[in-house]
């Protein structure tokens, strides 16, 4: 998160509907506006109580159970994220996997990456542009990340090469700021070189490509991959299809709080109250329609 991180969607369509943002505040807020305002959710609707923080879930693994529902359950072993001593295996009827994918950074396999000899970082690390004063920056990807970094990298005077693999951007670039397609290799002697044959050695080489999808805890038995960064096989892209609808997956997007996570979760109530049938496509379809946005 970085220092001057505005939201890029409007408050008014990132709040709960129960629950709008303060009036006094502009529609596209700063990151700190957006944890007030997670925090005053917290305690209008009293839901401290019944969240246990620091705690690491290390594994999530189905298990049979007589008593439960579809004769399976989850077991759930976690540990305190603080000093990570007590290990605890707790068993739950459902679980509801939403840990976030903006925390493994994504580094694609450029060829001779190693020779790069300046300094190489990811946009998961960028905190404020004024370390990068007057520096010649590399900063690869197009994305919201990489085009609100270079905005930021030009008002201190960094000399930025935005190499992205989109049309060339028509708009006017900021200061110091212009195009290249993507890196192709790094050279021998540290010089990166692009697709169309430009070479160029920065004292930064920035990453803003994105995350991995990762689910470290997740039992085996779930038969879930990850490619590409897609999450398979998941009915809907949301549930294992190998198992009754007693997990639900809010990893798929960026999204925006409000639609996505009501969708979610009222389709999580609904399969407790119908659960999903063997061919569960058309019924399934029908309930999808009703709830999504
Ligand atoms: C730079 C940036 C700008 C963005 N701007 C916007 C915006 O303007 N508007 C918008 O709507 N969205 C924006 N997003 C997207 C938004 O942040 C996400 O959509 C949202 O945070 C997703 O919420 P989440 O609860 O699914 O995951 P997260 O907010 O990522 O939360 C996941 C949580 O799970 C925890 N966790 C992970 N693994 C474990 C584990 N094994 N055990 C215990 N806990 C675990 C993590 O520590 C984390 O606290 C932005 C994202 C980025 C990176």
Not at 120 to 148: C, Q
Not at 227 to 244: C, G
């Amino acid at each position: 998160m970085y220092r001057n991180l505005r939201t890029n969607i409007p408050k008014e369509v990132m709040s709960f509907p129960d629950f709008p943002f303060e009036k006094h505040l502009p529609s596209f807020v700063h990151h700190t506006e957006v944890r007030n305002y997670l925090e005053k959710y917290c305690d209008h609707f009293r839901l401290r109580d019944h969240i246990q923080f620091n705690t690491m879930v290390d594994s999530v693994k189905p298990v049979q159970e007589k008593r439960g529902w579809h004769g399976l359950a989850w077991d759930i072993t976690t540990t305190d994220g603080i000093s990570k001593t007590k290990s605890i295996t707790e068993r739950f009827d459902a679980v509801m996997v939403c840990n976030g994918h903006f925390y493994d950074p994504y580094i694609p396999a450029i060829p001779g990456l190693k020779n790069f000899t300046g300094m190489l970082m990811h946009s998961h690390d960028y905190r404020n542009p004024e370390p990068f004063s007057g520096k010649s920056v590399v900063l690869l990807g197009a994305g919201l990340s990489g085009l609100d970094i270079a905005m930021e990298l030009s008002s201190v005077d960094a000399q930025v090469i935005l190499s992205h693999r989109q049309r060339p951007l028509t708009c006017t670039l900021p200061k110091g700021v212009q195009q290249a397609p993507p890196v192709k290799r790094v050279l021998e002697d540290g010089m990166l070189q692009f697709q169309d044959g430009r070479l160029a050695k920065p004292e930064v080489f920035l990453f803003c490509t994105g995350y991995n999808f990762t689910f470290p805890f997740l039992d085996s038995k779930l038969g879930l991959h990850v490619q590409e960064h897609l999450v398979s096989p998941l009915y809907k892209f949301l549930m294992p299809r190998r198992f009754p609808p007693s997990s639900l997956w809010a990893s798929a997007e960026l999204s925006a709080p409000s639609l996505t996570s009501i969708a979610r979760s009222s389709l999580y109530s609904l399969s407790w109250m119908d659960p999903l049938p063997c061919h569960p496509v058309r019924r399934w379809n029908r309930m999808w329609r009703w709830i999504s946005p």
